[in-house]
Nanobody, 125 residues
Framework: VQLQASGGGLVQPGDSLRLSCAASGYTGNYGMAWFRQAPGKEREFVAAVRRWSSNTYYADAVKGRFTISRDSAKQTLYLQMNSLKVEDTAVYYC????????????????????WGQGTQVTVSS
């Protein structure tokens, strides 16, 4: 399945954005996630949702501010980002794993085989 991320932009601290990740095919049996990579830093886990369920998982840095969700009918993954901070500035990537990943790999980029191209989110005053 191919992934296409969109929705990034330039916002001020405290603002909200919603990212979307459109899949080219059926993703019901895919675990899906968002990662981000800031300049000069490694890619880091943001949030994930398990296959076949609505169970969600978040990095501590975004817990309570970001919400991951999926629309199975539209084959689309979302990331609602509220109360954005300057440190949320990064390129955001969506990822998917057919049949997985297992719990221990949920927050690891190596747990996902399908990646979108990334969308830039810049939070600046």
């Amino acid at each position: 399945v191919q992934l296409q991320a969109s929705g990034g932009g330039l916002v001020q601290p405290g603002d909200s954005l919603r990212l979307s990740c459109a899949a080219s095919g059926y993703t019901g049996n895919y675990g899906m996630a968002w990662f981000r990579q800031a300049p000069g830093k490694e890619r880091e886990f943001v949030a994930a949702v398990r296959r076949w369920s609505s169970n969600t998982y978040y990095a501590d840095a975004v817990k309570g501010r970001f919400t991951i969700s999926r629309d199975s009918a539209k084959q689309t993954l979302y990331l609602q980002m509220n109360s954005l901070k300057v440190e949320d500035t990064a390129v955001y990537y969506c990822a998917a794993s057919s049949g997985g990943p297992i719990m221990s790999m949920m927050s690891r980029s190596s747990g996902y085989s399908n990646w979108g191209q990334g969308t830039q989110v810049t939070v600046s005053s």
